[in-house]
Nanobody, 128 residues
Framework: QVQLVESGGGLVQAGGSLRLSCEAS????????MGWFRRAPGQEREFVAA????????YYANSVRGRFTISRDNAKNTVYLQMNSLKPEDTAIFYC?????????????????????WGLGTQVTVSS
């Protein structure tokens, strides 16, 4: 069993920054990618960013590309999401997820069904 715990959410003004962390524990062997998703109030969950665990290849949603950066620390089993130039429309619960599936095309990790384990989420609120 794998547990994912997100942290780092909070309240920030528009234009500000936050850094989210997600630590994985348990049987993490066989992790091929980690991803971040978010769900805004009244909306469907949407993809934010993904990173392959071995090579560090990254993929971003168009809405965050250039503002958010995903990274990982394999030794700590932790994935990060650095969020800069935050906008009120970034307000959401952010979830990290773990994929056990291998794909050579990192864009395959933009789909939530590729992920097996999910964290409980951390709230990010951006005020205008």
């Amino acid at each position: 069993q794998v547990q994912l715990v997100e942290s780092g959410g909070g309240l920030v003004q528009a234009g500000g920054s936050l850094r989210l962390s997600c630590e994985a524990s348990g049987r993490t062997y066989g992790t091929y990618a980690m991803g971040w998703f978010r769900r805004a109030p009244g909306q469907e969950r949407e993809f934010v960013a993904a990173i392959t665990w071995r090579d560090g290849n990254t993929y971003y949603a168009n809405s965050v590309r250039g503002r958010f950066t995903i990274s990982r620390d394999n030794a700590k089993n932790t994935v990060y999401l650095q969020m800069n130039s935050l906008k009120p429309e970034d307000t959401a619960i952010f979830y990290c997820a773990r994929s056990r599936n291998y794909y050579s095309d990192v864009e395959r990790y933009g789909r939530s069904r590729e992920y097996y384990n999910w964290g409980l989420g951390t709230q990010v609120t951006v005020s205008s």
